[in-house]
């Protein structure tokens, strides 16, 4: 190119370069394509030939020092079918046209790190690479339905609306991720519905100013790591990682294609769509996350290698709803220690069996089960949690249904966690420990108490009504009442006017012995569950 005309275009452009100059001017689109949908797919086989081809140099001029608008139109470099050749470099840049390419082929990588941008938007682009570090846009970022080679790098943008990213196709860099976007700040919300990544997605330290969505997405780690990398993000409404509800459309051109529909949550969409679950072929990382309504895994599915020891990890996470109702992981773990959950949703058929779960200081305030979730399977989701005994996940499962009204339950839990803890004890704690369970169940079933009381004393009843013992002081002794000798014996510390002032010998002093024995056993435990439900309630 060469020093420009009056009209402002240099010398030397091509055909189309003259034709996306006259476009940019007047703010219309410079549409390349041939109208024949496999001729103009920028994913096919086919060549697109210099006839459709534009210099990434002439675009950067346009971009970075084109020429002004004509008079009554705003400059936009809009284009459609391009090829577009070279190296796109806007580094450093500050970019003023409105810029929206569609269906376009980038030969090179698209450079745009700490470049700025009003809006820009690439819909169903081919793209080798999109380098674009510390970029900053006043409005929208769009790349929906593009393709890009070796990975997308968004570390530290700035987004000044919506990032939409909806049907991406993304493959690994040279380090196996796909989108790095660490430390990325989204003003209003992340739209990344139905994406497929061929490496790790990484979010680490992103803060998203209104909700995330991955809704029926299928995401794949590579070379080790993880399909979602995501520490200490922070959405301040919702977080979706559930199903999409797809549906098939057709364009203008014929040709068909998915399209979405995210109804709010609990409403089923139009009759026709289908529902595609989130994938993660990988792990998943959430730690210390913080989310302003909800973390939503609906229809979620995990496909972890156990032999990895890949995670669901979810540590220290803050947030009012978390929905926990998605396909079973059949291996790695589910990893919540720490976290604090106002309300839990869960499914009982979705958290993993013994080994797979992990909840130490786990903290809830209501449980909502989603479905039938029995008190049973819900020892066994504590069971699982606690491959070594720990009292805590009882405890807190106890106190939360003792808050809802479940008295009952809230001491089946707790008499739970006694058989459990009973596993650790040496034999002598172990037999101690049966004989309560037998006994009283620990103190948490009293009406078993009563109901011993009143056998026994129905049996020392009976005994002592068929003898009479001998005085041990004639003139003391009050009249002899077998009953009442017998409830004398069997309650400790309380005087009924019987016990001590008779002899008796033989077989009727080991009959009162086992009495006063049992009788001990019975206030003893029975004293101890009371104990313990007074010090919860």
């Given at each position: 190119?060469?020093e420009?005309h009056?009209?402002?275009?240099?010398?030397g452009?091509t055909g189309?370069?003259?034709?996306?100059?006259r476009?940019?001017v007047v703010?219309?689109?410079?549409d390349?394509?041939?109208?024949?949908?496999e001729?103009?797919?920028p994913f096919?086989?086919r060549?697109?030939?210099e006839?459709?081809?534009?210099?990434a140099?002439v675009?950067?001029l346009?971009?970075?020092?084109?020429?002004?608008?004509?008079?009554g139109?705003?400059?936009?470099l809009?284009l459609?079918?391009v090829r577009i050749t070279g190296?796109l470099n806007?580094?450093?840049?500050?970019i003023?046209?409105?810029v929206?390419l569609?269906?376009?082929?980038f030969d090179?990588e698209?450079?745009?790190p700490?470049?700025?941008?009003?809006?820009l938007r690439?819909v169903?682009?081919?793209?080798?690479?999109?380098?674009a570090a510390r970029?900053h846009t006043?409005g929208?970022?769009?790349l929906?339905r593009?393709?890009?080679?070796w990975?997308i790098?968004?570390?530290?943008a700035?987004?000044g609306?919506?990032?939409l990213v909806n049907?991406?196709?993304v493959?690994?860099?040279?380090?196996?991720r796909?989108i790095?976007a660490d430390g990325m700040?989204?003003a209003?919300d992340?739209?990344?519905?139905?994406?497929e990544?061929?490496?790790?997605l990484?979010?680490?330290?992103?803060?998203?100013?209104?909700?995330?969505?991955?809704r029926?997405?299928?995401l794949r780690g590579?070379?080790?790591?993880r399909a979602?990398n995501?520490p200490?993000l922070?959405?301040?409404?919702?977080l979706?990682?559930?199903?999409?509800?797809?549906?098939e459309?057709?364009?203008?051109q014929g040709?068909t294609?998915?399209?979405?529909?995210?109804?709010?949550?609990?409403?089923?969409p139009a009759?026709g769509?289908h529902?595609?679950?989130v994938?993660f072929?990988g792990?998943?990382r959430?730690?210390?996350?913080r989310?302003?309504?909800?973390v939503?895994?609906?229809?979620a599915?995990?496909?972890?290698?156990?032999?990895?020891?890949?995670?669901?990890?979810?540590?220290?996470?803050v947030?009012p709803?978390l929905?926990?109702?998605g396909?079973?992981?059949e291996?790695?773990?589910v990893v919540?220690n720490?976290?604090k959950?106002v309300?839990?949703?869960?499914l009982?058929t979705?958290?993993p069996g013994p080994?797979?779960?992990?909840?130490?200081g786990f903290a809830y305030?209501?449980l909502?089960?989603?479905?039938h979730f029995?008190l049973?399977?819900r020892l066994?989701?504590?069971?699982?949690a606690?491959?070594?005994?720990?009292p805590?996940p009882?405890?807190r499962?106890?106190?939360v249904?003792r808050s809802?009204?479940e008295d009952?339950?809230a001491r089946?839990?707790?008499?739970?966690?006694q058989r459990r803890r009973?596993e650790?004890?040496?034999?002598?704690?172990?037999?101690?420990?049966?004989?309560q369970?037998?006994?009283?169940?620990y103190?948490?079933?009293?009406?078993?108490?009563?109901?011993?009381?009143a056998?026994?004393?129905g049996a020392?009843?009976?005994?002592?009504?068929?003898?009479?013992p001998?005085?041990l002081?004639?003139?003391?002794?009050?009249?002899?009442?077998?009953?009442?000798?017998?409830?004398?014996?069997l309650l400790?510390v309380?005087?009924?006017?019987?016990?001590?002032y008779?002899r008796l010998?033989?077989?009727?002093?080991w009959a009162?012995?086992v009495l006063i024995l049992?009788?001990?056993?019975?206030?003893t435990?029975?004293a101890?569950?009371a104990?313990?439900?007074?010090?919860r309630?």
């Amino acid at each position: 190119m060469t020093e420009p005309h009056e009209d402002g275009m240099p010398d030397g452009l091509t055909g189309p370069e003259r034709a996306v100059w006259r476009a940019f001017v007047v703010g219309r689109t410079c549409d390349l394509t041939e109208g024949i949908a496999e001729r103009d797919d920028p994913f096919g086989g086919r060549d697109w030939g210099e006839e459709r081809s534009v210099r990434a140099d002439v675009v950067a001029l346009l971009l970075l020092a084109g020429p002004p608008a004509r008079s009554g139109r705003v400059a936009a470099l809009k284009l459609r079918g391009v090829r577009i050749t070279g190296v796109l470099n806007l580094a450093g840049g500050t970019i003023g046209p409105y810029v929206e390419l569609h269906g376009c082929r980038f030969d090179g990588e698209v450079v745009l790190p700490e470049a700025r941008f009003g809006t820009l938007r690439m819909v169903e682009c081919a793209l080798p690479r999109l380098e674009a570090a510390r970029l900053h846009t006043e409005g929208d970022l769009h790349l929906p339905r593009c393709r890009v080679r070796w990975g997308i790098r968004l570390t530290d943008a700035q987004i000044g609306t919506d990032l939409l990213v909806n049907q991406i196709q993304v493959w690994p860099d040279r380090r196996g991720r796909a989108i790095t976007a660490d430390g990325m700040v989204v003003a209003q919300d992340l739209q990344a519905e139905l994406i497929e990544t061929h490496g790790e997605l990484s979010l680490r330290g992103a803060k998203i100013g209104v909700s995330l969505s991955l809704r029926g997405s299928v995401l794949r780690g590579a070379q080790g790591r993880r399909a979602l990398n995501a520490p200490q993000l922070t959405v301040e409404r919702s977080l979706y990682l559930n199903a999409a509800w797809v549906y098939e459309e057709s364009d203008t051109q014929g040709s068909t294609g998915n399209s979405t529909a995210t109804p709010p949550y609990g409403v089923t969409p139009a009759q026709g769509a289908h529902r595609k679950p989130v994938e993660f072929h990988g792990g998943v990382r959430l730690d210390d996350g913080r989310f302003g309504d909800a973390v939503d895994l609906h229809h979620a599915r995990f496909l972890l290698s156990g032999a990895r020891r890949e995670e669901v990890s979810l540590r220290r996470i803050v947030t009012p709803e978390l929905r926990f109702n998605g396909e079973r992981p059949e291996e790695g773990r589910v990893v919540l220690n720490g976290a604090k959950v106002v309300t839990l949703i869960d499914l009982s058929t979705s958290w993993p069996g013994p080994g797979g779960l992990a909840m130490g200081g786990f903290a809830y305030e209501n449980l909502v089960p989603y479905g039938h979730f029995p008190l049973a399977r819900r020892l066994e989701w504590v069971a699982a949690a606690t491959p070594e005994y720990a009292p805590e996940p009882y405890e807190r499962l106890a106190t939360v249904l003792r808050s809802s009204g479940e008295d009952a339950d809230a001491r089946e839990v707790l008499l739970a966690k006694q058989r459990r803890r009973r596993e650790t004890l040496p034999v002598a704690g172990k037999l101690w420990g049966y004989l309560q369970d037998w006994t009283v169940a620990y103190g948490y079933r009293p009406g078993r108490a009563a109901l011993w009381m009143a056998v026994l004393w129905g049996a020392g009843t009976v005994a002592f009504s068929h003898y009479r013992p001998i005085p041990l002081k004639a003139e003391e002794a009050p009249a002899w009442n077998g009953p009442l000798y017998a409830l004398d014996l069997l309650l400790p510390v309380i005087n009924l006017g019987q016990d001590g002032y008779w002899r008796l010998e033989g077989i009727w002093q080991w009959a009162a012995a086992v009495l006063i024995l049992l009788g001990w056993i019975l206030a003893t435990t029975v004293a101890a569950g009371a104990t313990r439900l007074l010090s919860r309630g």
